[in-house]
């Protein structure tokens, strides 16, 4: 139970207010997560950041870098981002949530049936992190969305300033399975890649998968990069012996083990398909 709201007057104070309330501390933004029925992110102290610029969006043309306060809303608005990411924001069919939620609480929020998560490591996002050593030294670190998840517990305590799209030509797809657009996903997943000279390069695979994790599909990038199947249907055997799948409220293994599959040959042939078309 939320015991202490503290308002947070810039990025170092912020910090530096959960530095002292320890684990039971955390920053909120939209709210959608901590204040929602059943969230895991159980918090004494808070600490929010809408009075802080976190908000803005700026591009040119290397590269699109989002505030992590900036709202679902927002971004679906602004033409600088990049429509893959529209339409994952789409996913979240709640308007009001739509104008709370926001892209840095998605990624923190790190849950298994996230909107974004999959679509922006598919994308090879970076984010830029605020941090404050034991020392009081500020510090800024610009890394790859992928390690910031993969090592999620260095970061504890650390603030999310940015997300930085820095792939202008990528293309992403994405798709996702829940039984309404307000339920939890069974599975979200993104199919991410380069194109150079009709052929698909630097292919990154993640799946949000409820109950399992957010999971990247190595053995499918590496089975794509190196020419191992005669066509999209082959991904599906090598994605579905990948995954350990669980029963849930938004549907059993072999369900997911079934969409999964399905879904990742379908993004494939989309990406295949653009190939032929620049060839």
Do not use: W
Not at 28 to 47: H, P
Not at 168 to 195: D, N
Request: aromatic share 8%; hydrophobic share 40%; glycine share 8%.
């Amino acid at each position: 139970m939320i015991s202490e709201f503290i308002k947070g007057e810039g990025v170092q104070q912020a910090l530096k207010e959960i530095q002292k309330g320890g684990l039971s501390a955390g920053f909120i933004a939209g709210g959608t997560e901590i204040q929602r029925l059943g969230t895991q992110k159980k918090y004494t102290k808070v600490v929010s950041l809408h009075s802080i610029s976190l908000d803005t969006i700026t591009s040119d043309t290397q590269k699109v870098v989002i505030g992590a306060m900036a709202t679902f809303t927002q971004m679906a608005e602004d033409s600088q981002v990049p429509s893959y990411l529209k339409e994952a924001i789409k996913f979240c069919g709640s308007f009001t949530k739509r104008n709370m939620a926001t892209i840095g609480g998605n990624i923190a929020s790190l849950r298994d049936d996230s909107y974004l998560i999959p679509t922006l490591l598919a994308a090879k996002a970076r984010v830029h992190i605020g941090d404050i050593s034991v020392d009081g030294e500020y510090s800024v670190e610009n890394i790859p969305l992928r390690e910031y998840i993969e090592f999620r517990e260095h970061f504890m305590g650390s603030l999310i300033l940015a997300i930085e799209l820095n792939r202008p030509k990528r293309i992403v797809f994405s798709q996702r399975f829940a039984r309404t657009v307000q339920s939890p996903a069974a599975i979200t997943v993104s199919f991410g890649a380069g194109i150079e000279e009709g052929t698909l390069t630097d292919v990154r695979i993640f799946a949000a998968i409820k109950g399992t994790g957010i999971i990247r599909l190595k053995k499918v990038e590496e089975g794509i990069a190196e020419r191992q199947f005669l066509t999209p249907e082959d991904v599906a055997t090598v994605v579905n012996s990948e995954i350990a799948f669980v029963d849930d409220i938004t549907g059993s293994a072999s369900y997911k083990h079934y969409i999964l599959g399905s879904s990742v040959a379908h993004l494939y042939k989309r990406c295949l398909e653009l190939t032929q078309e620049e060839a």
